[in-house]
Structure formats: structure tokens, C-alpha cells
């Protein structure tokens, strides 16, 4: 599908909560859903969004920064956990105003912890990649039952790699 009509696909799942579940396999559909998922948190007021990412592509977040510190400056929540230690995020922007928030946590596993990659934005929306290398991945603006499942599951990773996050101030902040 091309660029225009996955956005008017997305524009109309966004705009009416739709419980459709959303395939895309780009980069830059994966740019859109992340854009429409922050997009979301300001406009119906969500609390939370929780990213789990194995390096946090500086190519692709640096996509996301505006989005990313509007919903800070809002309130909004934003957990990160950096699944690979390997990761080079220290010149990422995204980073950097995560970082910055009193309302943003980035915490870097010490250990490779193989896992799917998320964003789950407030109780109902989110992007599951079932395969990053391909970027493939499904998405829904309103399915509560695989958003809390990821929630829980984000939990779980939280719980893995705060246990042996590394410990500069900077990967906690």
C-alpha cells in the first residue's frame, strides 16, 4: 500500500478509535503509526507511552522528537527500555529529551534481552513489531486486551532490565 493510502487508512483508525488492526511492514509506515500513536496520547488525554526498543534507530527517532516532547511538556509519561547494551544512544536526540523530562525514563539493558519491539500508549493503543528486521509489525488504535498484554509484558522487561540497567545517571534519566 502506498504512503497516501496507509495515512488515510491510519488518519481514519485514529480519528474514530477504530479497533481495526492496522499491518505494516515500512519504515516509513512504522513512522506514521508512531506519529499518530503520540499524536493520540495528546489527544485523548493518555498517561503513559512505553517503548521497548533494542537501539532506539537514531534515523528513525529523530523522526519523533517534537512528537516526543510535546507529550512530556504535556505530562505524559514516557518509558523507554533499551533492550540490546550495545545500543548507541548517547547522540540520540530522542534521547536526550526523554532524558531532560522529569516526566521521561530510558533505561539500558547490561544484558541482550531478546524481545518483540512496542510502543503501547496509554490502555489501548499500540505497535507490536512481529518482525524488525522486515519491520513488520500490526497495530490498533482501541484493542485493550493486546494493550494490556503488552503492558504487562513491558513490565516484565522493565522488571529484567532494571535488575542489570547500567548504572550512569544519564541511562535513568
Sequence with gaps: MDNDRFTKLVDRCFEKELDKIIYNASWEHALILF???FKAALKYDDKN???VSGHL???FYRELVEEVRACLEKGVHVEVLVTEP???IEDNEFVRVVRA???GTVLVSRKPLSTSHFIVVGEKRF?????HKQCKAVACFKNQDIAKSLID???LI???VSNHSTDAAPACR
Excluded at 127 to 131: A, G, N, Q, V
Design 127 to 131: 505497535r507490536l513489531e512481529e518482525d
Design 153 to 155: 509484558v513491558f513490565n
Design 158 to 160: 522493565k522488571k529484567a
Design 86 to 88: 550495545k545500543a548507541d
Design 101 to 103: 523530562s522529569p516526566n
Design 49 to 51: 507511552i512505553r517503548i
Design 57 to 59: 534507530t537514531r534515523e
Design 35 to 37: 506519529k499518530h500513536l
